[in-house]
């Protein structure tokens, strides 16, 4: 078996001279040049980094192996990425990320581009930034062996395959751990390994229906509706980078630098994000109390109300805020009326207040009703929509889109990462990839082959 990375963090000056293949154990010319250049060449390791800045990503020098497609796995290995991991994302040689096909829009290819095709969809661009494309199809042995020589010198493996589906490629957590001890191996289903759901493929949209988010979302008397993006992928995938870097800790605080597996489901996340309501539930026994749209459930006036050419949500949080409220849209006899004189009145009279509130805020535009409760106090906001989002001076000012140089469509606008560090360079450093954009380069540069090797392996089908 070849030695993992953990052998060099524990005994760096101590380079192996060969690298044995885990199914042949055959040495391989290409491998020996890479285990002899692994302690010494941080370059071959990460391509130069598009910044002037001397700070680091808090990941910077950690390998992540992006075996995910869609959004949850994606989104999660976009994060990683972004703190400044290195991912390789391994794609389908032909069809690449399902997403990839997932238009229109798609970011047209410019005049020069030898690419075919109406361009590189913008649900692919949203998740796969910072990240290198490895064209690969792992059915072909020689495929499992690329990935089996690649596993040797990563910290993370990240899937979302069926529970069992990689196990006849040799990709499982039992098969990996044996080549790399100190692998951190991310497993990402809908029902997750164990239950008697763990077989189901799972999509955003029925783990919402199943596990109590739609149930709770939509109109007060209207049926069920999905959230407007599918925020159940989202909140698993920010889970599992979370993970992830927990286990990077618990490692590198292990004597034995031993890895270990993340089993996370979708519907376990979605359960966990229920929160309140949940806790709600489990506290009184009692279902819960369906949905309320933009109102909530125990405080009133605290919705979304009509304006002449839109919406404005608007929050009378306790009594105070209510009197605030009532002076700014001059009817302040209304913290006197019986009906209004606590929270508990005001939900008890819901919707004769609510009436009330929308009667006035017709009268005038949001933009009138954003000026009147500036400088206020109480919660006020547009209801926008997600051009104005990203167009809002707040999103500007905060620097909430970059601009990215993108190799076959031109400049490209995406949604930067949220947060801001003081002691570190977290950002944007390279464009999503074009399908196969970095084979050469993983193969080459990481791995040492040759030109004649890939060539071959080109000719055969297991890269492109």
């Known amino acids: 078996m070849a030695p993992s990375r953990a052998l060099f963090r524990r005994f760096p000056n101590k380079i192996p001279l060969v690298c044995c293949n885990s199914r042949t154990n055959s040495v391989r010319p290409w491998q020996q040049k890479r285990w002899l250049q692994a302690g010494a060449s941080q370059e071959l390791r990460n391509p130069p980094r598009k910044t002037d800045s001397d700070k680091k990503g808090p990941l910077s020098g950690i390998r992540v192996l992006d075996m995910t497609r869609v959004l949850a796995g994606p989104y999660c290995t976009q994060i990683l990425g972004d703190l400044g991991a290195e991912i390789i994302k391994i794609e389908h040689p032909t069809r690449g990320d399902d997403t990839r096909a997932w238009g229109p829009p798609f970011a047209k290819y410019n005049a020069d581009s030898d690419r075919k095709g109406p361009g590189e969809s913008a649900y692919f661009l949203g998740v796969n930034r910072n990240k290198h494309s490895l064209a690969l199809s792992f059915q072909h042995p020689h495929g499992q062996s690329i990935l089996h020589d690649l596993i040797r010198t990563s910290d993370i493996l990240v899937e979302n395959y069926i529970p069992g589906a990689l196990s006849k490629y040799k990709m499982d957590y039992d098969t990996l751990r044996t080549i790399n001890p100190s692998l951190i191996y991310a497993s990402i289903t809908g029902y997750g390994q164990t239950g008697p759901f763990s077989k189901r493929a799972g999509y955003d949209v029925m783990v919402e229906a199943e596990f109590g988010l739609m149930h709770i979302t939509g109109e007060r008397d209207g049926p069920p509706v999905k959230v407007g993006v599918a925020v159940t992928d989202l909140t698993t995938g920010l889970y599992t980078a979370s993970a992830c870097m927990a286990a990077l800790i618990q490692r590198g605080n292990d004597p034995e630098k031993k890895g270990q597996w993340l089993d996370v489901a979708l519907s376990d996340c979605q359960t966990a994000t229920l929160a309140n309501i949940a806790s709600s539930v489990l506290v009184s026994g009692k279902p819960d109390s369906g949905r309320w749209g933009t109102a909530h459930p125990s405080i009133v006036p605290y919705k979304g109300f009509e304006t002449k050419d839109g919406d404005i949500m608007l929050g009378g949080g306790n009594d105070r805020l209510f009197g605030v409220l009532c002076e700014r849209i001059e009817k302040p006899e209304w913290t006197q009326d019986g009906r209004f004189k606590t929270n508990g009145d005001r939900v008890n009279n819901r919707d004769v207040l609510e ?12 933009a009138e009703w954003l000026d009147v409760f500036e400088g206020s106090g109480m919660p006020y906001a547009a209801i926008n929509d997600v051009k104005a989002t990203l167009e809002h001076e707040h999103t500007q000012a905060r620097n909430m889109v970059t601009e990215v140089e993108h190799g076959e469509c031109g400049k490209l606008k995406v949604v930067s990462p949220p947060v801001k560090y003081s002691g570190a360079e977290v950002g944007v450093r390279s464009a999503p990839p074009v399908l196969g954009e970095h084979t050469d380069w993983v193969l080459k ?10 060539k071959e392996l080109k000719t055969q089908g297991v890269v492109a």
């Open 355 to 366: 009436a009330m509130i929308t009667e006035v805020t017709k009268t005038k535009t949001t």
């Open 445 to 454: 540069e990481v791995l040492g082959m040759q030109e004649n090797e890939i």
